[in-house]
């Protein structure tokens, strides 16, 4: 499909374990932008990419949040020594480019349940 | 950022024009207005955008203000497929980050 894709769909873990989520942009999206979604609230904003940089990380919640993007295309969000309260939908969008008037195309997310 | 408030809840009937409102009063002149759904355990969708002008695509069409403080979603003829949460959006000045408000739950009705 055109789509954003992510993966894995659902992944559960025990606290204290590294997950790793992977998100395939549109093909030939320069902008990603990474999102997480709690249960009932709204989208928490996580970082942005333009090609392989990042020059928003202003939203990863703590240093256990890292996330890369490689041949300006995949990336990966990797968060280290889970805790409970990362739990969440974890979104991953993409943009032409990231001007104001791009609108930023979704992925389905990874539910990700920490036990 | 501008602030945008939306009815929590609508019912439409199946097969009528939904039209879904949003005030922002407080939108900035080169702000975009943006509105997305979701479906329960997707991803939100891009419907439509706007700065000034109406604009119509496949999905729906956008009706903005001459002042620019609010806006009409309408999906002409709407079906059970799109009971949603749809959510007005101003863009962010800053970091490009989208911000999601309550949204208004949009409920097709047979």
């Known amino acids: 499909g055109a789509g954003v894709s992510q993966s894995p769909s659902n992944k559960v873990t025990e606290k204290g374990k590294d997950v790793e989520l992977r998100c395939d942009p549109i093909?030939?999206?320069?902008?990603l932008y990474w999102y997480r979604q709690s249960l009932g609230q709204g989208l928490e904003f996580l970082i942005y990419?333009?090609?392989?940089?990042?020059?928003?990380k202003s939203g990863l919640p703590s240093d256990r949040f890292s996330a890369e993007r490689t041949g300006g295309s995949v990336s990966t969000l990797t968060i280290q020594r889970t805790q409970q309260e990362d739990s969440a939908v974890y979104l991953c969008?993409?943009?032409?480019?990231?001007?104001?008037?791009?609108?930023?195309?979704f992925g389905d997310g990874t539910r990700l349940s920490i036990l | 950022d501008a602030k945008t408030t939306q009815p929590p809840s609508m019912d439409c009937a199946e097969g009528r024009a939904a039209n879904l409102p949003c005030n922002h009063s407080t939108i900035s002149g080169n702000e975009y207005v943006y509105w997305y759904r979701q479906i329960h355990s997707q991803g939100p969708q891009y419907i439509i955008h706007?700065?000034?002008n109406n604009e119509t695509n496949e999905m729906a069409s956008l009706i903005i203000t001459e002042d620019r403080k609010s806006s009409t979603l309408i999906l002409p003829h709407a079906t059970l497929r799109d009971t949603a949460v749809y959510y007005c959006i101003v863009s962010s000045g800053s970091a490009r980050q989208l911000t999601f408000g309550s949204g208004t739950q949009l409920t097709v009705l047979p």
């Open positions: 969008a993409s943009s032409l480019e990231g001007a104001r008037n791009q609108p930023q195309h």
């Open positions: 990419f333009q090609g392989n940089s990042a020059p928003d």
């Open positions: 093909s030939g999206h320069t902008a």
């Open positions: 706007g700065l000034k």
